[in-house]
């Protein structure tokens, strides 16, 4: 049984950084393409970034492109999303997420954290 944890969230004041990390624990973590999605409170669980199992391929959301950085340590079993220039927007709560392809859509994880929230004050 794979299991991911999140960590690293906080309170960050606008155009701040913040570096979140995923450790897995049971399972090959470095079969697996990792994904960061995202649920601000009133909207749906969104896609942020992923990357594959051997870290040559990584895909952002628009609204990340540019600020957010996915990275992998398969010797880590960990993940880490570092976010910069953050915005207010940028409020949710942050899911790390394990499965086979790379892939946009929450479907296609069959593993989940449990989420850390990072809140971006104005």
């Known amino acids: 049984q794979v299991q991911l944890a999140e960590s690293g969230g906080g309170l960050v004041q606008s155009g701040g950084s913040v570096k979140l990390s995923c450790a897995a624990s049971?399972?090959?973590?470095?079969?697996?393409?990792m994904g960061w999605f995202r649920q601000a409170p009133g909207k749906e669980r969104e896609f942020v970034a992923t990357?594959?199992?051997?870290?040559?391929?990584?895909r952002y959301a628009d609204s990340v492109k540019g600020r957010f950085t996915i990275s992998r340590d398969n010797g880590k079993k960990t993940v880490y999303l570092q976010m910069n220039s953050l915005k207010p927007e940028d409020t949710a709560v942050y899911y790390c997420?394990?499965?086979?392809?790379?892939?946009?859509?929450?479907?296609?994880?069959?593993?989940w954290g449990q989420g850390t929230q990072v809140t971006v004050s104005s």
């Open positions: 049971g399972g090959t973590f470095s079969t697996f393409a």
């Open positions: 990357i594959s199992t051997s870290s040559g391929n990584t």
């Open positions: 997420a394990g499965g086979y392809r790379l892939s946009y859509y929450s479907w296609d994880y069959d593993y």
